[in-house]
């Protein structure tokens, strides 16, 4: 996952300071009490300025509930980003905070982070210099109860705590959190205000900006997990009282926003993000009995060693696909998902033994090649596995995941099996199927591997006319070089007439079109295509381009045929020789090597050639 401007703390975080939460004494020190031992702040709770630094900074542990009692009127400053959380993130928040409050029993504190504030003396106002995004969606969380609460008296002390009605509407004293003035507008009338998250945006959704429909449909989001089946008032009221009461956030506050904003930079040049994988394991590990700590993480730790954190992280969508197939969606995150339908709150090894590490395993081998019953069967299974990662490399994966766990990686039929998923992914992608289709499409073929058919048998793997014809189609489109898989696509055809060239890179892989793409330098060009706009109708088109090195092609640039021929024919690259075997380059010519490689193509997918009129 890559590092993300510091303006708030992963969502991982919090998971991970719960599971050092429970590996603390019965009776720890309180936060406060700890820094207090650090170093003794004077009567106004400010910590005193060291000998090398001109800071003022005071820090304290605050509950959601003091944080907004206010103590603090929040204010965002002038540099942070607009807010960025999407429903995905607002989910997890909420799915945290419901697995905190029902797992504890001991009646703990639950970590939400940190916020770093700046204050001036003698005010409450702060500048929010880190935990936005936290803050946002905590007053959207607190909004969303506020209204559904039925019972006055707690309805409006869930208010006060986002605005303060002794002030005027049009007084910026009356919001507790004000964000930049753009969608500061909607946040109150669709948050803020009593009654708002019932209320629906008073403009047209496309006329919203980024930041106005995240704000929204992250409030929808919240609305809708807590009114889903098993929320009922009295749940709602406990989890209310726990984020109130329970869920503590450090609090740092300085002098100045620059000071502030330097300690942030600092800490966040030498600190390495956590990755999915890192957040993913913590949560598993955190909602598991302590007892099954150690030897989770040990063989956590085992599947690490043999896969990659991005693919740790994905083999747990795996795992949930190959589980509930298209039966269960939602936005929660999958760790989540995992640790309830899996019951890791109370035997935790027991989904790390049965599933987590043969997923592993079978993984690996997968990414290494090391599946078929012999040496030429597993070179072909490998070709078809890379071919497919290089279109997709994750969609296909819980289906051979299910084949081997249901067949072995050596049985006779995997090499069929492999093959025909490769024909359905490379075409689902060059058909243009929609991806929801697919996935919908993959999850059924689930179902028919759990149900033992032979790849033969399996009508999920089959190609139907229309995708066929789709495909057909966008290969002979006009724009065929501008596609995001061209280079794919070409290097697969490279690969099937005898030579893989490689990934497309700068200076050593590129995609050279043989009418250029501004035949200007070329009256050549401008003769055979007959004017401009001939030109631009046929240069992106399949049968127009091959694969030179860099320097290749800037030799070839806009030479005519017969010069820039006699660079194909030098050329290393197959598909390049191939085109230089014409006599001539015509619009014709384009054409009918168009449909030659398409033709190429579905012979390597064992898929009938062209038709006459297709």
């Known amino acids: 996952m890559a590092q993300r401007p510091t303006l708030g703390m992963p969502v991982g975080f919090w998971a991970r300071a719960a599971l050092v939460a429970r590996s603390v004494p019965a009776d720890p020190p309180k936060a406060a009490d700890t820094l207090q031992s650090l170093v003794q702040p004077d009567a106004n709770g ?3 300025k060291s000998d090398n630094s001109d800071i003022a900074l005071k820090a304290e542990v605050l509950s959601v509930g003091k944080l907004l009692d206010g103590r603090y009127r929040f204010r965002l400053a ?3 980003r607009a807010y960025a959380w999407r429903p995905e993130n607002a989910a997890r928040l909420l799915s945290d905070l419901r697995w905190a409050m029902q797992r504890d029993t001991r009646k703990r504190f639950y970590p939400l982070g940190r916020l770093m504030l700046a204050q001036s003396a003698g005010t409450v106002d702060a500048e929010l210099v880190d935990g936005h995004q936290r803050m946002v969606t905590l007053t959207m969380l607190i909004a969303v109860l506020r209204d559904l609460e039925t019972d006055a008296d707690r309805s409006r002390r869930l208010h006060s705590l986002i605005l303060d009605e002794s002030w005027p509407d049009t007084d910026p004293r009356r919001s507790l959190l004000t964000i930049q003035a753009l969608p500061a507008k909607l946040f ?6 009593r009654g708002a998250t019932e209320t629906e945006p008073d403009v047209p959704r496309e006329s919203l900006s980024e930041t106005e429909r995240n704000i929204v449909d992250n409030r929808d989001c919240i609305r809708s997990e807590l009114l889903a089946p098993g929320m009922t008032d009295d749940v709602r009221r406990k989890l209310a ?3 109130l009461t329970r869920c503590n956030l450090i609090t740092v506050v300085v002098d100045h926003a620059d000071d502030a904003w330097t300690m942030l930079n600092t800490e966040q040049d030498t600190r390495l993000a956590f990755s999915h994988a890192d957040e993913a394991k913590s949560f598993l590990l955190a909602a598991m009995p302590a007892a099954n700590h150690m030897a989770a993480a040990h063989l956590w730790e085992s599947c690490e060693s043999i896969i990659t954190p991005e693919d740790m992280f994905r083999l747990l969508c795996h795992i949930r696909a190959m589980t ?7 936005v929660r995150p999958v760790e989540s ?7 890791l709150a109370t035997d935790g090894l027991s989904f790390m033994v049965e599933h987590l590490v043969p997923y592993a395993n079978r993984l690996k081998d997968i990414r290494r090649g090391q599946v078929g019953a012999d040496p030429h069967i597993r070179e ?7 071919y497919m990662s290089w279109i997709d490399p994750h969609v296909w994966i819980p289906a051979v995941l299910l084949w081997m766990k249901k067949h072995g990686k050596d049985a006779l039929e995997t090499s069929n099996f492999v093959h025909k998923l490769d024909r359905l992914v490379w075409m689902s992608k060059v058909g243009g199927v929609d991806p929801g289709v697919q996935e919908t499409r993959l999850h059924r073929l689930l179902d028919e591997i759990e149900a033992g058919l032979a790849p033969g048998e399996m009508t999920k793997l089959n190609i139907d006319q229309r995708v066929r014809s789709e495909a057909i189609s966008n290969l002979r489109s006009g724009n065929f070089a501008s596609k995001y898989y061209a280079g794919c696509f070409l290097r697969r055809l490279s690969g099937t007439l005898g030579s893989d060239p490689g990934p497309i890179l700068r200076d050593e892989v590129t995609i050279e079109h043989i009418l250029p793409r501004n035949p200007q330098g070329c009256k050549a060009w401008l003769i055979a295509f007959r004017n401009p706009d001939g030109c631009k109708a046929h240069h992106q088109k399949l ?4 694969l030179l090195s860099g320097s290749e092609n800037q030799q070839a640039g806009t030479l005519s045929w017969d010069d820039k021929r006699a660079i194909l024919l030098r050329s290393t690259f197959v598909l390049a020789q191939d085109a230089a075997r014409e006599a001539s380059w015509t619009a014709q010519t384009i054409a009918e090597r168009t449909d030659r490689l398409i033709n190429v193509f579905f012979k390597s997918l064992d898929m009938a050639p062209l038709a006459k009129g297709e």
């Open 78 to 80: 002038c540099f942070q």
């Open 543 to 546: 049968g127009n381009v091959v």
């Open 337 to 343: 998902e995992i640790v309830e339908r899996f019951g």
């Open 188 to 193: 109150a009338n669709v948050v803020q205000r």
């Open 324 to 330: 509930w197939r298209g039966k269960y969606h939602s």
């Open 46 to 48: 400010r910590l005193p």
């Open 380 to 386: 072909q299974i490998a070709r078809h596995f890379e």
């Open 241 to 243: 009282d726990y984020v």
